[in-house]
């Protein structure tokens, strides 16, 4: 499919392009393509890949015509590129759609998301929210306007620099991925040897095998209780993925890791904080009553108390 990604209000010259500017937009294509055809693949942008897809997300330069800067791009559909690459792992809704789309329609998908749905989307998680942030650096001057369409797939999207201050704040409401235990009984999923389920004392969490786990290892799992460790990948709208790395045989004092882990948002923290009966900010505390006779010892446990 054929797609033109205009530049407005550029320096460059009409029907031309910084070479350094070229290899970061090119750069950004390929990374956020690839990143949101991973997480509609596997649940994770940054999934470790088990087959090549630089075909897949192959996108051409094809060539660069005035009126602006407006550079001509191709790309071909998965249903070309993917074919018999199993595709039922995670997000089964979305996989449906996914072969009559291209790499481009992922990027412009992906920035779309993070604009108009940034906490609750299925289709954003942090890595990919930073790659989108990193786009930002193709825009070498305040007032330049990118914008991509094509013939008809998709409206066409329009992005300044204003618009990454709304990503940045999305990304850094979700926590960094991190190794977690979590002690419960797994359930099989019929449709899938890779995706399983794993009921705590606190609900369902959803899991995949590592790809360092035999599926094989698993089977004789299911329905019983086991503790197991891996890493917790969370996604918007306090949602959750556990990567599964090792799993035991569960232990007296195992169902501490039943419990679910949380996370509160920067909003969160300031009103449990004032229903503690905590001040809004802390330093009103102190700002007006300080230098005063307190010893170097007692204000540092002033400060301590504070925090």
């Given at each position: 499919m054929k797609y033109e990604l205009k530049i407005e209000h550029a320096d460059d010259q009409n029907g031309s392009i910084d070479l350094q500017r070229l290899t970061s937009i090119a750069d950004s294509l390929r990374k956020i393509s690839e990143g949101a055809l991973q997480l509609r693949l596997k649940g994770l942008s940054k999934a470790k890949k088990t087959i090549k897809l630089n075909d897949a997300l192959k996108i051409s330069l094809t060539g660069i015509q005035k009126g602006s800067t407006i550079l001509c791009l191709e790309s071909e559909k998965f249903e070309k590129t993917l074919s018999g690459y199993q595709t039922d792992i995670f997000m089964l809704g979305h996989q449906q759609e996914l072969l009559e789309k291209t790499p481009i329609a992922l990027f412009v998908e992906s920035f779309e998301e993070a604009l108009n749905n940034p906490n609750d989307s299925e289709l954003l998680d942090k890595p990919l929210l930073k790659e989108l942030l990193k786009f930002k650096k193709s825009f070498l001057k305040e007032g330049e306007v990118f914008s991509i369409q094509n013939e008809g797939s998709f409206q066409k999207l329009t992005l300044t620099k204003s618009h990454f201050s709304k990503i940045q704040i999305a990304e850094e409401e979700i926590p960094q991925p991190e190794s977690a235990i979590v002690n419960g009984t797994i359930e099989e999923l019929?449709?899938?040897?890779?995706?399983?389920?794993?009921?705590?004392?606190?609900?369902?969490?959803?899991?995949?095998?590592?790809?360092?786990?035999?599926?094989?290892?698993?089977?004789?799992?299911?329905?019983?209780?086991?503790?197991?460790?891996?890493?917790?990948?969370?996604?918007?709208?306090?949602?959750?993925i556990f990567e599964i790395d090792r799993i035991f045989k569960s232990e007296p004092g195992d169902e501490f890791f039943s419990k679910k882990q949380k996370h509160e948002s920067l909003e969160e923290q300031i009103e449990r904080q004032l229903q503690e009966g905590k001040e809004n900010n802390p330093l009103n505390m102190i700002v007006g009553t300080w230098p005063g006779e307190e010893t170097d010892e007692e204000f540092e446990a002033l400060l301590n108390d504070l925090g």
């Open positions: 019929t449709y899938s040897k890779l995706k399983v389920k794993i009921q705590t004392n606190e609900g369902i969490v959803d899991g995949f095998l590592s790809e360092s786990m035999n599926p094989d290892e698993i089977k004789g799992w299911w329905g019983r209780g086991a503790t197991i460790a891996g890493t917790m990948h969370y996604k918007p709208g306090r949602k959750s």
